[in-house]
Nanobody, 126 residues
Framework: QVQLVESGGGLVQAGGSLRLSCAASGRTFSKYSMGWFRQTPGKEREFVATATWGDGYTYYADSVKGRFAISRDDAKNTVYLQMNSLKPEDTAVYYC???????????????????WGQGTQVTVSS
């Protein structure tokens, strides 16, 4: 497992941008696919985006495709989520997670991830 710490959340107006960062500790970061999920009160955790280890493929939820971009810097043990054209419905706690798999089908499921950060709040005002 790896230890994950998110940062970069905050309050932004609709149409604005934020960049989330997730710093990982551990020497095996490059062997994990990294994902972002989000959750609002009373709802299940929702897949947002993931970047696989090795080949670096990226996958997105339809709701964020074209607006969000995930990237990873294995030299810095960090994964990012650039969020543009934010909407009020993007308001949630965003979680970074690590998974020891590169299968797209599995990476869209939160149960595939064995390490999670503490979450960072993103609030988009209308």
């Amino acid at each position: 497992q790896v230890q994950l710490v998110e940062s970069g959340g905050g309050l932004v107006q609709a149409g604005g941008s934020l960049r989330l960062s997730c710093a990982a500790s551990g020497r095996t970061f490059s062997k994990y696919s990294m994902g972002w999920f989000r959750q609002t009160p009373g709802k299940e955790r929702e897949f947002v985006a993931t970047a696989t280890w090795g080949d670096g493929y990226t996958y997105y939820a339809d709701s964020v495709k074209g607006r969000f971009a995930i990237s990873r810097d294995d030299a810095k043990n960090t994964v990012y989520l650039q969020m543009n054209s934010l909407k009020p419905e993007d308001t949630a706690v965003y979680y970074c997670a690590a998974a020891p798999t590169s299968s797209e089908n599995y990476l869209r499921r939160d149960r595939s991830y064995d390490s999670w950060g503490q979450g960072t709040q993103v609030t988009v005002s209308s």
